[in-house]
């Protein structure tokens, strides 16, 4: 992926998670140093690389765009987008993938079967599991809305 591509994922990311009325604090004790907004767009962001947490916090470092466009002074911490996941409610991923959709249908963009996978998102409440002997274990892989005929993946 070039950086201009980067650079449109995160801009398509960030409208569709503002759009999503996502509060921007958890509470009002929160430190303030990063939005709720912009870790779950950092994740999708990392997610959509495939890398790991420490990788993908080490590569946002070297990316001032990316960063300037999220208007972050710093690089939040790779436990911060970890913790950040556990904590976030299946119901907001629901309602981005619902935007996203949406967004795509008014570009002209034709999506007959969309599938929702949020299971690569480990810690998240409520999502998807398989059974393995009586217990449950997450599915590894993330895809917020699929295109299943044509495998258009966001």
Not at 21 to 47: D, F, G, Q
Not at 52 to 72: G, N
Not at 77 to 92: D, K, M, V
Request: net charge positive; glycine share 4%; charged share 20%.
């Amino acid at each position: 992926m070039s950086s201009s591509q980067y650079i449109r994922v995160t801009q398509a990311a960030l409208s569709a998670v503002k759009a999503s009325h996502l509060p921007l604090y958890s509470c009002k004790y929160s430190k303030n140093t990063c939005t709720r907004h912009h870790l779950l767009v950092l994740l999708l962001l990392k997610e959509r690389l495939r890398l790991d947490y420490r990788s993908f916090v080490d590569l946002l470092a070297v990316m001032p765009p990316i960063r300037d466009l999220l208007h972050l002074d710093r690089v939040p911490h790779y436990t911060t987008l970890h913790t950040f996941l556990q904590r976030i409610h299946s119901l907001w991923l629901t309602i981005l993938q619902k935007k996203i959709l949406s967004s795509a249908y008014q570009h002209g963009e034709v999506i007959r079967v969309a599938a929702l996978d949020a299971s690569g998102f480990t810690g998240a409440k409520d999502l998807s599991c398989m059974r393995k002997s009586g217990v449950r274990s997450p599915v590894s892989g993330v895809i917020l809305a699929s295109s299943a005929a044509s495998h258009i993946t966001v």
